[in-house]
């Protein structure tokens, strides 16, 4: 069984953030949280957490520059979340693993698809117990 693991969730929708942060916390992981990039960077030095799980778009800097700089820096692992989209043809989930995400996941999460990276991210299956109520 994996251990507790150290999460810092960046994410700017209020309700999904706390979604978030209560699935992880319902299976024992720590959850730190921030919703933009720049308070992201603040808590990943000041935690260190073992993944970062973050959005693309955020507003005041994207999750991709967020996503080179912790890469650049650290060898933490990233999931990158985001509901798809591209510009000028651009798909950002695709620019997310080029830049270093170790995961991308497309919102709407589920519940199951959430867990299950999150647990291979840090090192090991775990036995979730099901959802009881409407999940990430």
């Not at 251990?3 to 024992?28: F, H, S």
């Not at 933009?36 to 693309?56: C, N």
Request: charged fraction near 25%; glycine fraction near 6%; charge should be negative.
């Amino acid at each position: 069984m994996t251990e507790m693991a150290r999460i810092l969730v960046v994410e700017d929708e209020c309700d999904l953030l706390d979604v978030l942060r209560d699935i992880l916390t319902k299976v024992r992981h720590e959850v730190f949280c921030a919703s933009g990039a720049r308070d992201a960077l603040v808590m990943y030095r000041a935690h260190q957490p073992d993944l970062v799980i973050t959005d693309i778009f955020l507003p005041d800097e994207s999750g991709l520059n967020l996503i080179l700089e912790l890469t650049r820096t650290s060898t933490v692992k990233i999931i990158a979340i985001s509901g798809g989209g591209s510009d000028a043809g651009v798909d950002f989930l695709d620019c997310a693993e080029k830049f270093g995400a170790w995961r991308v996941l497309t919102k709407p999460l589920r519940r199951d698809q959430l867990l299950s990276a999150v647990d291979d991210a840090c090192g090991g299956a775990r036995p979730y117990p099901a959802a009881t109520h409407r999940s990430a």
